[in-house]
């Protein structure tokens, strides 16, 4: 029983990751996905992340309801969440505040910790860059961060994943 976060920015190796070590666990995997194909590119993403997933896979598309989604899965699997920073942006768009968000957060970070088989999060870190202008980019940003240190203080292992290496993160000293 493990929890793994996976973050790091935008095309950093960061799913290609996830795939890998569910591949090396040698159990049936879960594919969770958060997004949505709401343009061609997304739609084209979306099929680029499939085709690098093994044939056999379970896909469970959960855009909004991921904490129901994954406490429905079995136990004794690999799950993949693919990924938290389309989940937030996707809670923020219909309309979720933030204790909603992290309240969910928790209970996914809950489940993860529990769960009987090995659970791999991916999820974007988006606090690096300049503050954002607009107050929804901000309040996005902000959420994530934290919906981000819920579950990676749940987590086993926390890595930041940058050109496709990663740093594993230590937690924090009290």
């Known amino acids: ?36 194909a709401r343009d ?6 979306i099929s ?16 909004l309801e991921l904490v129901a989604a994954v406490t429905a899965l079995p136990p004794d699997r690999t799950v993949v969440v693919d990924c938290l920073s389309l989940w937030v942006s996707n809670l923020l768009e219909r309309g979720d505040d933030e204790q909603v968000v992290t309240t969910q957060a928790g209970e996914l970070a809950r489940w ?17 860059g300049l503050v954002p202008m607009h107050p929804v980019s901000r ?16 987590a086993d292992l926390a890595q930041l994943v940058v050109a496709g290496r990663t740093l594993t993160l230590d937690p924090v000293e009290d």
């Open 1 to 36: 029983m493990t929890l793994t976060l996976l973050t790091g920015g935008a095309r950093s190796g960061k799913s290609a990751l996830a795939v890998h070590r569910a591949r090396r666990t040698g159990t049936p995997v879960v594919f969770v996905a958060t997004g949505q």
């Open 40 to 45: 061609a590119e997304m739609a084209d993403r």
């Open 48 to 63: 680029r992340h499939r085709a690098e997933r093994p044939e056999g896979w379970t896909t469970v598309e959960a855009p």
């Open 112 to 128: 993860g910790a529990a769960y009987p088989g090995t659970v791999v999060v991916v999820t974007n870190e988006v606090g690096l």
């Open 139 to 154: 309040d996005y940003r902000d959420r994530l961060g934290r919906v981000n240190a819920l579950v990676a203080a749940s």
